[in-house]
């Protein structure tokens, strides 16, 4: 299964999952919807410049977010969608996300620090994949990245939060909804079949 299909199905599964209630999640979208349309309007487009996360994690943040929603040939990445956006606006409205968060983002510079001499950000492509492999599957990993595990977790789900409420992700998930509809059928043929329901 593709990294993007696992995640698009995790984004259809009942909220109680993450660590964010439906609200908290509605209100950092309509925060970062905001955003990004400031954004757009001005000219030259203004960088965000973020509220809690110091440059080293906003750095990490990014990075890190675009690993776990890539830019594909469908849609664009996490960045692309306002997610490190997302994650700064929780992180300060939601504060008890911060211990995590900045645990974490030290936690993975670290290990990439011991292992490639660099930090997460500077690190090759394939240095951070090899690093987001060995924290991304609970059940395999090691001891010793069990921290990094629950980190990666907690920010994995943040972000599909973050991405599956963006215009990028409601576009990619092919939602339909909030949609006038001049004419109403009924439901297609095809899913009252698959439903059982005639």
């Not at 995590?100 to 690190?123: Q, Y």
């Amino acid at each position: 299964m593709e990294r993007r299909d696992l995640m698009k199905m995790l984004a259809t599964m009942p909220m109680g999952a993450l660590a964010l209630s439906h609200s908290e999640i509605a209100d950092a979208a309509e925060h970062v919807h905001k955003l990004m349309d400031e954004r757009e309007q001005s000219a030259p487009p203004k960088p965000y410049v973020p509220k809690w996360f110091q440059p080293l994690e906003w750095r990490t943040a990014r990075v890190l977010a675009d690993i776990v929603f890539p830019r594909d040939a469908v849609s664009g990445s996490a960045t692309d969608a306002g997610v490190p956006e997302f994650l700064d606006f929780v992180v300060v409205y939601y504060p008890g996300h911060q211990p995590r968060m900045r645990e974490g983002l030290g936690w993975i510079n670290a290990e990439s620090r011991t292992r490639f001499g660099v930090l997460f950000p500077d690190a090759k492509p394939a240095q951070r994949i090899a690093i987001v492999e060995d924290i991304a599957w609970p059940a395999k990993a090691k001891p010793e990245h069990m921290p990094g595990v629950r980190f990666f977790n907690a920010f994995r789900d943040l972000c599909a939060g973050g991405f599956y409420t963006s215009r990028i992700g409601v576009k990619d998930i092919g939602y339909m909804g909030n949609v006038p509809q001049a004419a109403w059928s009924g439901c297609p043929a095809p899913a009252r079949k698959q439903l059982g329901v005639e």
